[in-house]
């Protein structure tokens, strides 16, 4: 099983999510999230990265990582029943490590359903599986970061709960959130993303 590869990153495909990294003349192709992607660097320097091996029947799958952390906590969600690995990149694309801690020891339902794919069934099974499995009561969380603005936000949720109630779906309420600017009330807000939607943005 390969743990971990350092070598030259040789290629990264158009949308950051692989990478190809030469290691004693072998490219290795990595599959990456934006974090793991950006701090990999320039195309010709050196590249690290903690790996999970996957292997299946039909092929061997390498995923990358920036820290043995994060390597653990994707290991942890893809155990959860019924994740696989796309959707356990996709959780960690939004949440770091620190986050998703602080997500679930809030028991943060709305968080974990910003998401892409992941409904409020899907977020309250993942709540109840990956607290028992990080071992949550062991971890200070005095000591973590509050997550960003766009997950934990008063005036987000508030912007997400009255999209919601107006009928509009949980992808264009996730996108319309991205764009809106951290700070600000909740009424101006509310507005800014109407306005987004109504302009197609």
């Given amino acids: 099983m390969i743990g971990s590869v350092r070598g030259t990153l040789i290629d990264r495909s158009p949308d950051g999510s692989e990478l190809i990294v ?6 290795y192709r990595i599959q990456v999230g934006p ?7 320039v195309i010709g320097g050196e590249a690290f990265l903690h790996i999970h091996h996957q292997q299946r029947e039909d092929a061997q799958i390498l995923y990358g990582f920036t820290s043995v952390d994060e390597r653990r906590i994707f290991e942890a969600v893809i155990s959860a029943h019924g994740v696989g690995p796309a959707l356990g990149m996709a959780i960690l694309s939004i ?14 339902v709305d968080a974990l359903c910003l998401v892409p ?17 990080l071992d949550l009561p062991d971890v200070d969380l005095s000591a973590i970061e509050k997550p960003t603005a766009a997950v934990d936000a008063p005036a987000h949720v508030e912007v997400r709960q009255a999209l919601e109630s107006l009928g509009y779906g949980t992808d264009e309420v996730r996108t319309v959130l991205s764009r809106l600017p951290a700070e600000g009330d909740s009424a101006t807000l509310t507005r800014d993303a109407l306005r987004m939607i109504a302009e197609g943005v």
């Fill in 22 to 27: 030469e290691v004693g003349g072998v490219g």
């Fill in 35 to 41: 974090g793991a992607s950006a701090s990999a660097g």
């Fill in 95 to 108: 949440h770091s490590p620190v986050e998703l801690r602080a997500v679930l020891a809030a028991e943060d």
């Fill in 117 to 133: 794919g992941v409904g409020k069934k899907t977020a309250t099974r993942l709540l109840i599986e990956l607290k028992s499995k």
